[in-house]
């Protein structure tokens, strides 16, 4: 590890998860243990989770305004 913290990930390593210059990794912490993963690439994610019926369609400002809406009134 570097002065600055930085570490290199081996070559292998690097190819073992597909890994190119400018791929985003995280580290996550696992008792005594750092374990490096690829970030997911979220337009692969696209189409996994089902939208409930009330939000299909309408444009994410609408949907957020909603909900701030939904938790303003709970909250009185």
């Not at 490096?36 to 369609?57: F, I, N, Q």
């Amino acid at each position: 590890m570097s002065t600055k913290g930085q570490v290199t990930i081996p070559k292998g390593v690097r190819e073992a998860l597909g890994l190119q210059d400018g791929d985003a990794v995280v580290f996550r912490v696992e008792g005594q243990r750092a374990v490096l993963s690829r970030t997911p690439d979220l337009l692969e994610l696209a189409g996994s989770v089902p939208v409930p019926v009330g939000k299909s369609g309408v444009p994410w400002e609408e949907v957020l305004a909603r909900t701030r809406r939904v938790r303003s009134e709970a909250r009185r």
